[in-house]
Every structure is written in C-alpha cells, then in structure tokens.
C-alpha cells in the first residue's frame, strides 16, 4: 500500500509553519508520527515510536501538473490520516497539519470572527465557511482543544525524532 501512487494535494511548498511538518497516523503502529517535507516537495515520515521510515518522491512521481484532491484530513502524500482531526459540527471535518496549524485555527476562530482582519495570513482562505461561522464557533473551539488534548506528551516535531537526519 506504501507504495501505491499517492494522491497528491499539496501545493507549493512554502514555509508557512502550518504546511509542514504534519503529524499523521502511523500505518504501521498507530502512533503520533510525523512527514516532514525534505526537498523539493519530496516527503519523509518517520515514527517515533516504531522507527518506521517512509518516503514520497514528490512532483516526480506527477509528471503532470496536476493537483489532485485527496480525501479531507488524509495526508495524500502517505495515504496515512492525520493525527489532528475529528468530527465537528454534524459531520464536518476539522483536522490540522500541526500544533502551529491549530493554534493558528484556535487563534483565528476563537478571537476573530466578528471583524474579519486584513488578510492574516494565506491560511484564513482556506476556512471551510462552516468553521468560521460564528454559530459553529463554540463546538469548534471545543473540539481543536479535544484534538489538542490528543496530542502525545511530546509531538514529533518539536525537536529532532528518531529517524530524522538520516539518509538513504
Ligand atoms: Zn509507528
């Protein structure tokens, strides 16, 4: 399945430190691990805990341009869920990359909906309407602190994990 073609979602890479690295399900133990984005689009998941190692080749692996939708709150690259994510509002999807994608969704739901800022920030566009909404806004504060609270007492990703720095 590791193997099979990824569907692929992501945009360019950038720097924005919602986009990566993005905790995900380990397909192998069910661990938090985390895919990091190494070069040039390409993709690396390690896990922490059972010492997996995964790669995605990237735009190589498209020859096209294209950039086709994968499921919400999978990571397309590994075909692997994301760790952050959980259901919200009647069915709804609210999922994050990372802690700093959920901060920023806590930050930017829970504190500012009445006056919309200037853009904040490229993420805001891409707001579901149903999560800005202020009716939504109490069930989905609630469940980024859920998601939160799902959070191993160290998310891989802050700080170096094992794996991390190898090559080959
Ligand atoms: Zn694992």
Known sequence: MADEAPVARFREPDALAWR????????????????????????????????????????EAFPGDGEPDGPEGMDPRFGVPLWLRGECCGGRLLWAHNVAHLDYLESYVGATLR?????????????????TAAKNRDEVVRTIARLRASLPEQPPGRGRTPGEGRRG
């Open 20 to 59: 990566d690295p993005v905790l995900v399900v380990c397909p192998r133990c069910g661990a938090c691990a985390i895919a990091r984005e190494t070069a040039r689009g390409a993709a690396r998941l390690t896990c922490p805990a059972c010492a997996l190692v995964r790669r995605w080749r990237g735009r």
């Open 115 to 131: 006056e919309r800022p200037a853009p904040p920030s490229r993420l805001a566009w891409y707001l579901p309407r149903w999560m």
